[in-house]
């Protein structure tokens, strides 16, 4: 989950993902480096497991449902005359 912290939000990237660049054929990537968080213990074999297993649930609903998400998103981006905000001293560190 995002959890908020000082700078902004907090989440646990679970390192495998499915991509696609038509919307349609989809891809794996990073299965190996979700071997690798095991080896070096961010994940449990176990947590590997289930989030194998979560992602080929996704994987399945994509090819028979389709996309869930707002296409949108896709042709979003910020107003170029935004600023860019600093960031706190030590931010990485939080």
Known sequence: ???PSRVGFDMLDLELDLWS???TTWHWKDDELLEQRVAE???T???AAD???QARRVHEDLLTKG???DEAWARWSPDPTWATPPLP???EKL
């Open 1 to 3: 989950p995002l959890t």
């Open 51 to 53: 989030i194998r297993a």
């Open 45 to 47: 074999a176990r947590e």
């Open 41 to 43: 213990g961010l994940f």
């Open 67 to 69: 996309i869930w998400w």
């Open 89 to 91: 001293a030590g931010w």
């Open 21 to 23: 660049e038509d919307g």
